[in-house]
């Protein structure tokens, strides 16, 4: 049977509707994130073309990368089943550094910083997570048995990995504006994972 949507149409649909159901002023303009997404996919292939040119596209997700390093070690991603769904839970420590696609840094750490993440995939609705869904992206395996997370790498990332990932602002902070990143800004992010547990 031919597939009808596919889930990247579908997670911008379901975004979308979240966006506009918990608009409640009449003055504010209702987000349309498929036209973002859209936008900022020109500008990311025009930033990727200039900058990175062996950057890879992963086309379901619209994430562009490059797998800086693989990493040596064997950390196995399990979901785990909570009344709400099927959540990722593990606990790194990063180094990483996040900028604008102008060069602006944003954020970044000059030392490994742990985090406790609890995350579903990228293609369930409602999305939580207590990251963005870009580094959900990054950090997921491809899938995990016959269920696919949409992760850009087979196996997630391991103890030693190192990713740079450039993505639409749909996986960032869509149409917020937090701290110095303006509203509708598409993000590069290089993510090294110093462990994981």
């Known amino acids: 049977m031919k597939k009808l949507l596919s889930p990247l149409i579908l997670g911008i649909a379901a975004i979308a509707f979240f966006f506009a159901s918990c608009n409640k002023s009449d003055d504010t303009p209702v987000y349309d994130a498929a036209a973002q997404f859209k936008t900022d996919s020109v500008t990311l292939k025009n930033y990727v073309s200039q900058n990175y040119p062996d950057a890879q596209y992963n086309s379901e997700i619209g994430i562009?990368?490059?797998?800086?390093?693989?990493?040596?070690?064997n950390y196995t991603y399990k979901l785990?089943?909570?009344l709400d769904g099927k959540y990722l839970k593990f606990k790194p420590s990063v180094k990483y550094v996040g900028k604008l696609l102008n060069g602006t840094i944003f954020d970044q750490t000059d030392t490994a910083k742990e985090f406790e993440i609890l995350t579903n995939t990228g293609y369930q609705y409602p999305f939580y997570s207590t990251i963005i869904p870009a580094w959900t992206f990054a950090?997921?395996?491809?899938?995990?048995?016959?269920?696919?997370?949409?992760g850009l790498?087979?196996?997630?990332?391991?103890?030693?990995?190192?990713?740079?990932?450039?993505?639409?602002?749909?996986?960032?902070?869509?149409?917020?504006?937090?701290?110095?990143?303006?509203a509708n800004s598409p993000l590069d992010f290089v993510i090294e994972v110093t462990d994981i547990k």
């Open 64 to 73: 562009w990368y490059e797998i800086l390093s693989e990493g040596t070690a």
């Open 80 to 82: 785990t089943d909570t």
């Open 139 to 150: 950090f997921a395996p491809e899938k995990i048995g016959d269920m696919k997370l949409g």
């Open 153 to 182: 790498t087979e196996k997630g990332l391991q103890k030693g990995s190192k990713i740079h990932i450039m993505v639409p602002s749909l996986y960032g902070y869509q149409n917020q504006a937090v701290g110095t990143i303006p």
